[in-house]
């Protein structure tokens, strides 16, 4: 021990500074060990330590100081072998030192008790915990770094405080700060980042953490993770790059954002569940994965004010609220995001006010399961469905909002009874209102303007009622409505009610393959000027046209259409099915007019194999038979396909289906490889609402429509499996086989005849070969092979007569092998 305030301190040595007035007391004195200096030292004593690595493991139980030399940050070391480097039980102060640790069972550095300050501290450990706060303690740490890629960063614990400033967690091997047992820390300023837990946990009834300033960042989890009653308020701070959901709450946890900014989360940015309830205040969501706040369960609450929630980075709706959840937005802003609101269940309710939800690749805001959502005075707008009210027991309200520029404005279906009053719908691409399958709904005062459709689509059977409302500017027509137009009072015809709307449309234009009466609001004064009056139709020439094929202008007997079908070259199987329902029907519709019960058949038919094989062409005969037999009133054709019953955005999709469905009354709808409707990774195709359409309708209009599904045999097999509901409405598969290679040459033959053409002797041989060795791959067209190889038979015949200078008949007839096409 060395005496003297000036003298040089030693490498290892200690000096301590006495403080005490004693003039018994040495004023200055140097140590060999830490634990010597600490054991000789009084209260308000300073310690001073030389530049060195210390293998102690200290601990300070009096109000000293002990710092490192000044500017010699890091050049001491306090590096026990095992156990706690360093345990404060004392208002102490502790400043520039660097700690490390190397017992995974304890902490770096142990604060249990007093008001110490801990200032510009390194701790480099790998430990149970950096810094471990406990019990009593109320720590003030300034300006200290974590870094712990074996532990927690910051622990505080049992009911323990304190203020964290400019603190930096730089790695955790678990969660870089955790707060439980009833502790409640103040982080001001402080990073957290590189930990592979979770960012910030607060956990237990009790505890509780305040944040200003903060930052979290790089984690390998969660950002901050609120759970069992704990509570955090964080005041501008952000969350941002984590692997997991940005914040997580769970079971009564209480949390509070105040310009916070959440951005760049691959899963949810916000995710609350049991009762857990979320105050946000002019904070943003920004760049997230799946949805910017997701809410689950009864009594969990997310109230937004002033808030912003844009530019999701996946296909998930911006807020999720389920499960009896509640969601409040009070002046918020929702933008470019795959859909806005979606609120599922019954018991979940949505309030939003003042907002603005726009730049929506499909819907602003679904409602469905039974759940409810109210917007007062928003506005939607770029959107491709403004909001839709899916099934039974969805509804809430709209008053005052404003839709624009959205393909349809608000969708009703399934007997979903929403209220939409003052609402204003403008340039809708579609439909401004559309009501289809049982939906009901009251629309009070609403509006729309400059529709590239009707202004009100209520489709048949829906229950809906029109008060005031007004149309202008409508390119289809102010008010379509189903068969029978409108009642004059409620409880009429079980439709449409209409009560003093108007219209400025003189005509309105509809599909050209409406045959029925057509019915709009007209401009007339008084009552009569509100109920729906008859007009002429008019072909609208912006309809996309759809194959139809109509028999009835030339309709034949069933035993002629037989005979056409017996005429078609090969499929045997098929004609025998086709003869064996074709005579149920009659035998059942004899048995009736007898007086007697006939067996049900279901005409709805199921046709496998692959292209060319003539499924087409049957469906046609088909339909033409059941309308021959009085099945069907018409037995046209409309042939589709995914795209014609597929929209781009949601809700367009049942509206194509439905239209495509009425378009095909009285026949048969053909839809042609419905298996696309059901791509194996179908994620959020829209396909599934389709499919779920076209059962719907089959089922409410079982005499209307019989409809036919084709595809390959392997794909249309998974449809039916995956879709159970689609295969218990129909009645059989038939199954098309490939054609045989002298099925081909007939069908060769059978073109030649039709064109006045020939085969010359050796050439239907010829051809009989080529087929037997043409592959059968994917581009096989059966059928349509056959005709495509007359077809370039004609051709080289042409290139080959064309250079004679005198031609016969023969020459000009005759088809021979040479003019045949090479193999590919």
Not at 70 to 96: K, N, W
Not at 298 to 310: F, K, L, S, W, Y
Not at 354 to 380: E, F, H, K
Request: net charge negative; charged share 25%.
């Amino acid at each position: 021990m060395r005496r003297g305030q000036n003298t040089p301190m030693a490498q290892g040595t200690v000096q301590v500074t006495h403080t005490g007035t004693s003039r018994w007391r040495r004023r200055t004195g140097e140590y060999a060990s830490l634990a010597a200096a600490l054991e000789a030292a009084g209260d308000g004593d300073v310690l001073t330590v030389a530049p060195g690595t210390y293998r102690e493991n200290l601990v300070i139980r009096r109000a000293v100081t002990l710092r490192g030399p000044e500017g010699g940050i890091g050049s001491v070391r306090i590096a026990p072998v095992d156990g706690v480097p360093l345990t404060v039980r004392a208002t102490a102060t502790v400043q520039d030192l660097h700690i490390e640790g190397q017992d995974a069972a304890a902490p770096a550095l142990l604060v249990e008790d007093g008001t110490p300050e801990l200032l510009d501290l390194r701790i480099v450990t790998r430990s149970a915990a950096g810094i471990e706060v406990r019990g009593a303690a109320r720590p003030t740490v300034r300006r200290c770094t974590v870094d712990n890629p074996a532990g927690v960063g910051i622990a505080v614990l049992d009911g323990a405080g304190g203020v964290f400033e400019e603190c930096e967690i730089v790695s955790a091997g678990q969660s870089g700060i955790t707060v439980r047992g009833g502790a409640h820390p103040r982080l001001e300023r402080c990073r957290v980042h590189h930990a592979s837990g979770a960012g910030i946990t607060v956990n237990g009834e009790g505890s509780g953490l305040e944040g200003i300033g903060c930052e979290v960042y790089e984690i390998k989890g969660t950002g901050l993770q609120i759970a069992a009653r704990a509570t955090a308020h964080l005041t501008d701070s952000s969350v941002h790059r984590t692997s997991a959901d940005g914040i997580t709450l769970d079971t009564d946890a209480v949390l509070t954002l105040s310009d916070c900014d959440i951005h760049d989360i691959p899963e949810n940015a916000v995710d609350l569940r049991s009762r857990s309830v979320l105050t946000l205040t002019r904070s943003t969501v920004r760049r997230f994965g799946r949805n910017g706040l997701s809410v689950w369960d009864p009594g969990t609450r997310v109230d937004a004010n002033q808030c912003e929630i844009h530019d999701s980075t996946g296909d998930y709706p911006a807020v999720w609220v389920s499960d009896g959840a509640t969601a409040v937005l009070d002046a918020c802003r929702v933008h470019d995001v795959p859909d806005a609101l979606f609120v599922l269940d019954r018991g979940s309710r949505a309030d939003v006010v003042d907002s603005d939800l726009s730049q929506v690749r499909n819907t602003a805001v679904s409602v469905s399961d039974g759940a409810t959502a109210q917007l007062d005075d928003c506005r939607i707008r770029e959107a491709s469905t403004g909001a839709w009210f899916r099934d039974h027991g969805s509804g809430g309200t709209l008053a005052g909002c404003t839709i624009d520029a959205v393909q349809t404005g608000v969708i009703v279906t399934k007997g979903a009874d929403p209220t939409i009053e003052r609402c204003t719908v403008t340039s809708p691409a579609e439909a401004g209102f559309y009501v289809s399958a049982e939906g009901r709904g009251t629309f009070n005062g609403c509006r729309v303007t400059g529709s590239g459709g009707y202004g009100f689509h209520v489709m048949d059977g829906c229950r809906t009622t029109l008060r005031k409302c007004r149309t202008e500017r409508c390119a289809r027509g102010g008010y379509e409505f189903a068969e029978g137009g409108a009642s004059l009072a409620e409880g009429l015809g079980g439709g449409p009610v209409a009560e003093e709307c108007t219209s400025d449309e003189s005509g309105v234009r509809t599909s050209p393959v409406d045959t029925g009466t057509v019915r709009t609001v007209t401009q007339q004064a008084g009552l009569l000027g509100t109920v729906p009056a008859p007009r002429a139709p008019v072909a609208l020439a912006a309809v996309p046209a759809v194959p139809v094929s109509d028999p009835a202008s030339t309709a034949r007997s069933s035993q002629d259409v037989l005979g056409e079908l017996d005429a078609l070259v090969g499929l045997e199987s098929v004609k025998h099915e086709v003869r064996t329902l074709t005579n149920m029907i009659e035998v059942g519709r004899r048995r009736q007019e007898a007086g007697l019960k006939a067996a049900s058949v279901r005409r709805h038919l199921v046709f496998t194999g692959n292209p060319g094989t003539g499924k087409t062409t049957v469906a046609r005969l088909y339909g033409e038979i059941l309308a021959s037999l009085d099945v069907l009133e018409r037995g046209h054709l409309v042939e589709v396909s995914r795209v014609d019953l597929v929209g781009e955005h949601i809700g367009s999709t049942a509206i194509r289906t439905q239209e495509a469905f009425d378009r095909a009354r009285g026949g048969v709808l053909f839809v042609d490889e419905a298996y696309a409707l059901s791509p194996e990774d179908s994620g959020r195709d829209f396909g599934r609402e389709a499919i779920d359409t076209l059962v719907k309708l089959m089922e409410d209009h079982r005499d209307a429509v019989v409809v036919i599904v084709a595809g390959y045999t392997a794909e249309m097999e998974r449809f039916l499996t995956v879709n159970p509901g689609v295969a218990s409405r129909f009645s059989r598969t038939i199954t098309f086989s490939d054609y045989e290679p002298d099925e081909l040459v007939r069908i060769v033959e059978q073109q030649a005849d039709e064109h006045e053409y020939r085969l010359a002797a050796g050439t239907d041989e010829a051809l009989r070969k080529y087929f037997a060795e043409l592959p059968k791959g994917p581009a096989f067209g059966n059928g349509r092979t056959a005709r495509q190889t007359f077809e370039s038979m004609v051709e080289r015949h042409a290139g080959r007569v064309a250079v004679l200078t005198e031609v016969s008949t023969d020459d000009l007839t005759l088809l021979y092998p040479e003019d045949l096409p090479e193999l590919p």
